[in-house]
């Protein structure tokens, strides 16, 4: 069957599109960027079962290449993290824009992965999933919406923010909202449900909620964690804390930005528990625990395999930067800080070590500078460098890494680039090549900064000092360090 796909670079897409696959199906999975899709994960023989096409789900002009002769669509496009305070209508234009496109088509079945929305006050998001499913019911194909709860694994949002909580805060002082029950489920059994319910009759025009086998507060839900890692904590819950202050809270202690950390306190305030349960009629499975999901999503990390992560999810809002348009970096009206080391070592190794750079490795030198600047950054509303990264060692295209977005990670030739998503008075880039010619093997380390006014250029000279001690220091080390 030939089935469409959107969101596959997201985080539930990227897990989705192998599963359709090994089932047999061709994909066909819409992106906003090709050069976003994972091309070196898969074999040439997976290849074969996908075709990727380049559309704007905004623009409908862009609409003409994509096939009218499909099964059934997936509709994965959320947008929790964006900071457009106009995310409702760009949702509703993107739905409507795909009942369109899907009513062009052969399709006998839409599926959307929604969020519960069983509570009569329900947060802006949760309003706005809600919305969404309202308008692909507009399909002449029938519907079928999943609406889950906490969504636990490996790179989801949820168990990251609860890992940072746990793992970096002996004592919490927290909000009332960890008072609030919900029923968390496991990221298999998300996997599992989406592919079942695939062209099954009976879950045409149909809701379920999906949960897993308990129901936590969230006070619980970090208690559990703890447990599980034999960890000792203690939460103190305090009921002054405002949505703001709660929000600014999760973005100091743990990796998420403000924009996702109030889209998620103001959900947080919303039971969202399981009513209709009927899809276990359909798609019968085993229905993780909390703890066995915990437990999943660390094997997964301990083995280094993890698919995909919500840091690396590009909101609907910053997807208009297109930002691996920068991968060639300018040459002209910047200014720059070349380092250029040769080495003994063995490049495979010292590659490694640049494949390895920030996140839990760090920067190699100046580390409490790193964090200084990455304070300042969450503080003025940028990113900050708690995103982290959604693998130790492993780096694609488009993969978020502290303040930085990867434009290239070519492994096998050396080269890795990145450009900077920290708040600036203009841009920046930092690449690091290694090459080997005639037995000469050396290390470039180039940062490149475009100035915005005079604002950009004060702000290239008052941080010159500090570029010229880390820089060359992270250079040597980069050479001169143990692997992971």
């Known amino acids: 069957m030939k089935i469409l796909l959107t969101g596959s670079t997201g985080y539930i897409g990227r897990r989705l599109l192998p599963v359709l696959v090994e089932a047999?199906?061709?994909?066909?999975?819409?992106?906003?960027?090709?050069?976003?899709?994972?091309?070196?994960?898969?074999s040439e023989e997976f290849l074969k079962q996908v075709s990727v096409i380049e559309i704007d789900l905004s623009d409908p002009t862009t609409f003409a290449s994509v096939p009218t002769n499909i099964d059934a669509?997936?509709?994965?496009?959320h947008s929790m993290s964006s900071s457009n305070p106009n995310f409702t209508d760009m949702e509703a234009i993107s739905a409507q824009n795909f009942v369109t496109l899907i009513n062009q088509s052969n399709a006998k079945q839409v599926i959307y992965l929604s969020g519960i929305v069983n509570d009569a006050d329900l947060s802006a998001h949760l309003?706005?999933?809600?919305?969404?499913?309202?308008?692909?019911?507009?399909?002449?194909?029938?519907?079928t919406v999943l609406r889950a709860a906490i969504i636990i694994g490996s790179g989801s949002a949820s168990f990251e923010i609860i890992r940072d909580l746990v793992e970096k805060l002996p004592v919490m002082v927290a909000p009332k909202w960890l008072k609030t029950r919900c029923q968390p489920i496991g990221i298999r059994n998300v996997i599992e449900y989406l592919n079942g319910i695939l062209l099954k009759p009976e879950s045409y025009h149909q809701t379920f909620d999906i949960?897993?086998?308990e129901i936590l507060t969230y006070r619980q839900m970090l208690y559990g964690f703890a447990k599980m890692r034999g960890l000792k904590r203690l939460i103190i819950t305090i009921p002054v804390l405002t949505p703001k202050l709660s929000s600014l809270w999760l973005v100091f202690v743990t990796?998420?930005?403000?924009?996702?950390?109030?889209?998620?306190?103001?959900?947080?305030?919303?039971?969202?528990?399981?009513?209709?349960?009927?899809?276990?009629q359909i798609v019968p499975t085993k229905i993780l625990t909390y703890e066995e999901s915990l437990q999943l999503a660390f094997d997964?990390?301990?083995?280094?395999?993890?698919?995909?992560?919500?840091?690396?999810?590009?909101?609907?809002?910053?997807?208009?930067?297109?930002f691996l348009n920068n991968v060639q970096v300018p040459e002209h009206g910047v200014y720059t800080d070349k380092r250029q080391i040769e080495f003994e070592r063995n490049k495979k190794e010292v590659i490694d070590n640049i494949w390895s750079i920030g996140g839990n490795r760090g920067w190699y030198f100046?580390?409490?500078?790193?964090?200084?600047?990455?304070?300042?950054?969450?503080?003025i509303g940028g990113v900050g460098l708690r995103r982290g990264r959604r693998s130790d060692t492993d780096l694609k295209a488009g993969d978020a890494l502290d303040f930085w977005r990867v434009l290239v990670a070519d492994k096998t030739n050396g080269r890795l680039l990145l450009y900077a998503e920290m708040k600036l008075p203009g841009e920046a880039w930092l690449e690091f090549k290694v090459k080997e010619s005639e037995g000469r093997k050396v290390l470039f380390q180039t940062a490149t900064y475009r100035p915005l006014g005079l604002w950009g250029r004060l702000y290239w000279y008052s941080v010159l000092p500090f570029h010229g001690l880390i820089f060359p220091l992270m250079a040597k080390n980069i050479i001169a360090k143990e692997n992971l």
């Not at 066909?28 to 898969?42: H, N, S």
């Open 24 to 42: 047999g199906h061709h994909v066909v999975c819409l992106v906003r960027d090709q050069r976003r899709f994972d091309w070196e994960d898969f």
């Open 73 to 77: 669509a997936y509709y994965l496009v």
């Open 127 to 143: 309003l706005s999933r809600k919305n969404v499913e309202d308008i692909l019911k507009q399909a002449l194909a029938p519907l």
């Open 211 to 213: 949960g897993g086998t």
């Open 255 to 280: 990796s998420t930005t403000y924009s996702l950390a109030r889209s998620l306190v103001n959900s947080m305030r919303n039971e969202v528990i399981c009513s209709n349960t009927k899809i276990q």
């Open 300 to 322: 997964k990390i301990s083995q280094k395999s993890v698919i995909s992560s919500w840091k690396d999810s590009i909101s609907l809002a910053t997807m208009d930067k297109d």
């Open 366 to 379: 100046g580390d409490w500078m790193w964090r200084i600047r990455g304070a300042m950054d969450t503080m």
